[in-house]
C-alpha cells in the first residue's frame, strides 16, 4: 500500500454543508464541543491505488474503503458531516428481509409496460424482471458488457446526467475527469486484461445462457444498457473474487421515468446470484442524505465499528434502519444498541488535548494530523 494520507476538506459532495450545523457533528458530544467552531469538514484517509490485486480491494472495501477511479479513499466517519456506511446485500438478504415489497414490485411492472413488453410478459417475479430481455419489447431494451474504457457516447451521457441531476457546472465535467472517475482503476492489469473473449461472453450475456465465459469475468466493467437504439444508462462495477461492486451508474435524465436506478440495483443483485458471489456492495448508505437513502431500499447489511471483541463487524439493516435516522455515527453492540458515545464520545476512554484537536475545522483543503482513533 502506498503513503497514506489524512485529508480535510471543506467540499461535501454529499450534504454541500447544508445542514445545521450541529447536525455535522458525528455524536451529540462532539457538537456540544465543537459546533461553534463551525461546520464538521469531510475526512478521509487517502492513497493513491497502483497494482492492488481484486483480492486486496476486496478487503479493503469490507473495512470501509472505497475507490474514485485508481483514487482510494476511507471516510472518517467521526470526523465528517455526513457518516458513510459501508453497505452490502445478497439476493437471500434481499427477498428474506422483506426489501422485495410492493414497491419493489411496482417499478418492475413499470419498467416492463414501458419498455414495451406485452401484458402476459409481465412477472413480479425477481429472475423473470432480471431476463426481460428474453421477453422482447418494442423499444429494443438489451444491455451489453464493455470494458471500462473512454467512448465518446459513454461521455456524453456522464456530462448529461452530471448537468442535469447533479447539477454540476460545465467547467467540471471534461473527458479527463470522467476518464479518472470512471475509467481508471488500481488494479494489477494481469488480473483484468485478456482473460476472456468479449464478444463470446455477451452472447453468452444477451442469450440468458450463462456459461464458461461469464464464469470467467472479473475485474472493472461498464454494463452499458441500451433503448431505442441508443446508450441509456451505464452501471460502473468491479466484478471481485466473492463479490460485485457498484462504483457508479450514470442514467438518461428523458428517461427517468424508467425509474433505471433502481432497476439497476435489482439487476446487480441478480448478476451476483448469476456470477454465484457472495455479496453486492452498493458503496456507501447515508441515512441523512436524500442522495443516498435510497440504497436502504435493497435490504442487507453495514459495516460496524465497535472496538469491543464479540460485537458484530455487520448488522443487519432492517434492525437499526430506525436508528440512524438522525444522523448521528452509530456503533452497535450484540444487542443491536448504540454504544458509539461509550466508545468514541467525549466521555470515552479515547478522550485527551489531542483527541479534542483531532476535531479542528480546516478553513481549506488540507493534509492534516492523522488521528490516533479512528473508526
Given at each position: 500500500m502506498d503513503q497514506l494520507h489524512y485529508i480535510k476538506s471543506t467540499r461535501c459532495g454529499y450534504c454541500r454543508q447544508k445542514k445545521e450545523i450541529w447536525k455535522s457533528w458525528a455524536l451529540q458530544s462532539i457538537s456540544e464541543t465543537m459546533q461553534d467552531r463551525g461546520y464538521c469538514n469531510s475526512s478521509s484517509i487517502t492513497f493513491q491505488g497502483d497494482q492492488l490485486s481484486l483480492r486486496r480491494y476486496e478487503?479493503?472495501?469490507k473495512e470501509g474503503w472505497r475507490r474514485s477511479g485508481d483514487f482510494m479513499y476511507k471516510p472518517d466517519l467521526l470526523r465528517s458531516c455526513c457518516r458513510a456506511y459501508t453497505i452490502r446485500t445478497n439476493y437471500e438478504l434481499y427477498l428474506e428481509d422483506g426489501?422485495?415489497?410492493k414497491s419493489a414490485k411496482k417499478t418492475m411492472r413499470k419498467f416492463y409496460k414501458?419498455?414495451?413488453?406485452?401484458?402476459?410478459?409481465?412477472s413480479t417475479e425477481l429472475d423473470d424482471f432480471y431476463h426481460a430481455k428474453e421477453h422482447g419489447g418494442d423499444k429494443g431494451f438489451f444491455t451489453v458488457l464493455l470494458p471500462n474504457t473512454f467512448s465518446y457516447d459513454k461521455f456524453e451521457l456522464y456530462k448529461k446526467y452530471q448537468f442535469k441531476v447533479h447539477g454540476d457546472k460545465e467547467e467540471d465535467v471534461d473527458e479527463l475527469s470522467f476518464y479518472n472517475f470512471l475509467c481508471l482503476d488500481p488494479f494489477r492489469k494481469e488480473e483484468t486484461e485478456d482473460l476472456f473473449d468479449w464478444r463470446l461472453l455477451n452472447k453468452e450475456w444477451t442469450s440468458g445462457q450463462y456459461g464458461e465465459e461469464l464464469k470467467k469475468l472479473q475485474g472493472p466493467i461498464h454494463e452499458c444498457y441500451f433503448a431505442d437504439n441508443k446508450l441509456i444508462a451505464v452501471a460502473v462495477l468491479d466484478i471481485l473474487p466473492t463479490s460485485v461492486s457498484s462504483v457508479y451508474f450514470i442514467w438518461d435524465p428523458d428517461y427517468a421515468h424508467l425509474g433505471l436506478g433502481n432497476v439497476s440495483a435489482i439487476r446487480e443483485i441478480m448478476l451476483t446470484k448469476v456470477l454465484e458471489k457472495e455479496y453486492y456492495y452498493l458503496g456507501f448508505l447515508i441515512a441523512d442524505c436524500e442522495k443516498m437513502i435510497y440504497k436502504a431500499k435493497f435490504?442487507?447489511?453495514?459495516?460496524?465499528?465497535?472496538k469491543r471483541g464479540g460485537d458484530p463487524l455487520?448488522?443487519?439493516l432492517k434492525h437499526v434502519s430506525n436508528q440512524l435516522e438522525d444522523g448521528y455515527f452509530k456503533v452497535f453492540d450484540s444487542e443491536m444498541n448504540d454504544i458509539a458515545e461509550q466508545q468514541y464520545g467525549m466521555d470515552s476512554d479515547c478522550y485527551d488535548s489531542e483527541f479534542v484537536s483531532s476535531f479542528d475545522v480546516v478553513s481549506k483543503t488540507q493534509l492534516f494530523p492523522t488521528p490516533k482513533v479512528i473508526p
Open positions: 478487503e479493503l472495501m426489501y422485495y415489497n414501458s419498455v414495451g413488453c406485452t401484458q402476459n410478459a409481465i435490504g442487507g447489511e453495514i459495516r460496524n465499528f465497535s455487520w448488522v443487519r
